[in-house]
């Protein structure tokens, strides 16, 4: 039988709101292909409960909202693309409402909160479920728009590079020497399971973020760290991998897996208390709950150490019923199921990894270092978040950012690329120990929890370099002689970016935002990025 292949003028890897924003952008004028590893909302996006920040509320501008950007990102943030993402939200949530999306409204107007490091009322949601609310809308969208192919359970492999017209392969490895560019990528069926070739001139990667790196995570199973990876193997650099947000309050309770305490329960009053009722966040900021992440992150994990304890508790019950039902109905009920009412008694919280503000580097349209290939969303780095990124701005830079790379590809006019080869499976056979990916996958997630969490020393950085080098040459070997499959696909990208983690947290030696290091706790004079590029084994910044 022929080897399966599929040619596209655009391949769009994610199926969340910077995907989904980028297809139907395109969809006009362009045949676009999302490839999507599980089903259609199965990505971080629709977990997303907070909100999408945007001025549009009486009082507020847009340099309010950059300076609050600018502080939460602990000088690192990228001015130029600040200004970018915050001039344009306000005309994405008028795009939204135009689609549908059902946003909470008060008094007829729509109804602002406000999140930890915000000075105003700027965010707008659907009452404690935005990202699901929109991700289901746009997800309609792209499904009765033609021109837009689905591909559910099609797992990114690798991209495939070389000479646009020849298809030749590179000398070097570096992106864009040799006039290589992005041709497409190879794509596991996990009905058929069969690697699949897609062929397109153009490639958009919106794979999301890697919290599954981590052991305690807000992020669903798919946060695997795909498209960060395999930018890299095909030569991309990545920027400022170090800062891994963890989010202060995530449901602490054996069977709420994975469940997040929005930050909104803080905006609207929330307060975060120790076992023995003691409100502690004043001790730490003068913002109290309403500070940045990183700052309520480590002094929930700085009180739960010095105590001794398993958890903290989060407090909203000094509101009323009707109000915590109005504004916090699933969180409510969730709880409810747990045997917590929240409308009387605090709620256990821990921290937990949430958000990558690092990733793939890419510019104001969201090109890479390799022509043809684009990166939006949390897999790319766009100097938005800096070394931290303020709350609720991580859904608008989706949607901004998608719809330049979609406006870059329209404007692009590169024909088709070379005819390209189907993927080898003559050296391969069935795997005889599954149970070595599972080992390895639960090894790497409690270490990397360890020795690379919310604060770092060098000594446990080493340590984890060292273990990861170890796991990386046993799945080299595993990926070289057997099928591939989602598990090992999924488990050969965390440890890549672990080790890209690793790197770049070795190479910051000072303490910024989301990155505190013991051995280095004083705050350089100058903020500069930490890039990591593949022709040379050394960071730069």
Same mark, same amino acid.
């Given at each position: 039988?022929?080897?399966v292949?599929h040619?596209f003028?655009?391949?769009i890897?994610? $199926? ?5 924003t980028?297809?139907l952008r395109?969809?006009p004028t362009? *045949?676009?292909?999302?490839l999507?590893k599980?089903?259609?909302g199965?990505g971080s996006s629709?977990?997303a409960?907070?909100?999408i920040a945007?001025v549009l509320?009486?009082?507020? $501008?847009?340099e309010? @909202?950059?300076?609050?950007?600018l502080v939460?990102?602990?000088?690192? /943030?990228d001015l130029?693309a600040t200004?970018f993402?915050v001039?344009r939200?306000?005309?994405t949530i008028h795009?939204?409402? /135009?689609?549908?999306?059902?946003f909470?409204e008060e008094?007829?107007q729509?109804h602002?909160t406000?999140e930890?490091?915000?000075s105003? *009322?700027r965010?707008? @949601?659907?009452?404690?479920a935005?990202?699901?609310a929109?991700q289901?809308t ?6 009765g728009?033609?021109n ?5 359970n099609h797992?990114?492999v690798d991209?495939?590079?070389g000479?646009p017209v020849?298809g030749?392969?590179?000398? *070097?490895r570096?992106?864009g020497m040799d006039g290589?560019?992005?041709?497409g990528?190879?794509?596991?069926d996990e009905?058929?399971?069969e ?8 490639t958009?990667?919106a794979?999301?973020g890697?919290?599954?790196?981590? &052991?305690?995570?807000?992020?669903p199973d798919t946060?695997t +760290?795909d498209?960060i990876?395999?930018?890299w193997?095909?030569?991309c650099s ?5 800062f891994i947000?963890f989010?202060?309050?995530c449901?602490?309770h ?7 305490i929005t930050e909104a329960v803080?905006g609207?009053g929330g ?5 023995n009722?003691h ?5 730490h900021?003068?913002r109290?709950?309403l500070?940045?992440?990183d700052i309520v992150?480590r002094?929930?994990?700085?009180e739960m ?8 508790y989060?407090?909203? /019950?000094?509101?009323?019923?009707a109000f915590?039902q ?7 009920e *969730?709880?409810?199921q ?9 709620i256990p ?8 503000c690092?990733g793939?580097?890419s ?10 290939l ?6 790319a780095c766009? +100097?938005?978040?800096?070394?931290n990124r303020l709350a /609720?701005?991580? &859904?608008v ?6 719809r330049?790379a ?8 590169t ?8 993927w080898?499976v003559?050296?391969?056979t069935?795997?005889?120990e599954?149970v070595v990916i599972?080992?390895?996958w639960?090894e790497?997630?409690r270490?990397?929890?360890s ?22 040459g046993?799945i ?8 591939v499959?989602?598990d090992?696909l ?7 970016v672990?080790?890209?983690?690793v ?7 000072e303490s910024r935002?989301l ?7 004083a705050?350089?004079?100058?903020a500069?990025?930490?890039i ?6 050394e960071?730069t910044?």
């Amino acid at each position: 039988m022929a080897p399966v292949s599929h040619t596209f003028d655009v391949l769009i890897v994610g $199926s969340g709101l910077a995907g989904l924003t980028a297809a139907l952008r395109l969809a006009p004028t362009h *045949r676009v292909a999302i490839l999507t590893k599980r089903g259609m909302g199965d990505g971080s996006s629709g977990w997303a409960q907070g909100g999408i920040a945007a001025v549009l509320g009486e009082g507020d $501008s847009f340099e309010s @909202h950059v300076d609050d950007t600018l502080v939460a990102g602990a000088g690192l /943030s990228d001015l130029d693309a600040t200004r970018f993402v915050v001039e344009r939200a306000p005309d994405t949530i008028h795009w939204l409402r /135009s689609l549908g999306v059902p946003f909470s409204e008060e008094d007829g107007q729509l109804h602002l909160t406000r999140e930890g490091g915000h000075s105003q *009322r700027r965010i707008v @949601h659907v009452t404690d479920a935005t990202g699901a609310a929109v991700q289901r809308t746009l997800i309609n969208q792209v499904r009765g728009t033609p021109n837009i192919t689905l591909f559910e359970n099609h797992m990114l492999v690798d991209l495939i590079t070389g000479d646009p017209v020849t298809g030749r392969k590179p000398t *070097r490895r570096r992106a864009g020497m040799d006039g290589q560019r992005c041709l497409g990528l190879y794509a596991l069926d996990e009905v058929t399971d069969e690697v699949v070739t897609f062929r397109a001139p153009h490639t958009i990667l919106a794979t999301g973020g890697a919290g599954k790196v981590y &052991l305690y995570t807000t992020n669903p199973d798919t946060a695997t +760290g795909d498209g960060i990876a395999a930018a890299w193997r095909a030569g991309c650099s990545v920027a400022n991998l170090e800062f891994i947000q963890f989010h202060p309050t995530c449901l602490y309770h054996p069977d709420a897996k994975s469940f997040l305490i929005t930050e909104a329960v803080r905006g609207e009053g929330g307060r975060l208390l120790l076992p023995n009722g003691h409100r502690f966040m004043p001790e730490h900021d003068p913002r109290a709950e309403l500070a940045p992440r990183d700052i309520v992150a480590r002094a929930i994990d700085f009180e739960m150490k010095k105590g001794g304890f398993d958890c903290v508790y989060l407090d909203i /019950s000094h509101q009323p019923q009707a109000f915590i039902q109005e504004h916090f109905p699933n969180i409510h009920e *969730r709880c409810l199921q747990l045997g917590i009412d929240i409308a009387r008694q605090p709620i256990p919280v821990v921290p937990a990894a949430h958000y990558t503000c690092g990733g793939v580097l890419s510019d104001l349209a969201g090109h890479t270092d390799l022509p043809g290939l684009y990166a939006v969303g949390e897999t790319a780095c766009t +100097g938005l978040h800096g070394a931290n990124r303020l709350a /609720s701005n991580s &859904l608008v830079e989706c949607m901004v950012f998608a719809r330049a790379a979609a406006q870059a590809i329209i404007d692009d006019p590169t024909p088709a690329t070379a005819t390209l080869p189907a993927w080898d499976v003559s050296r391969v056979t069935d795997a005889d120990e599954q149970v070595v990916i599972s080992h390895n996958w639960d090894e790497l997630r409690r270490f990397m929890w360890s020795y690379v969490g919310i604060v770092r020393t060098n000594k446990r950085l080493e340590r984890a370099a060292h273990r990861i080098a170890l796991l990386q040459g046993e799945i080299h070997e595993f990926y070289a002689r057997f099928h591939v499959t989602r598990d090992l696909l999924e488990l050969r990208n965390l440890v890549q970016v672990a080790e890209l983690i690793v790197r770049s947290a070795l190479a910051r030696r000072e303490s910024r935002g989301l990155h505190f290091s013991r051995d280095y706790p004083a705050l350089l004079p100058q903020a500069l990025p930490t890039i990591l590029r593949p022709e040379t084994d050394e960071p730069t910044a």
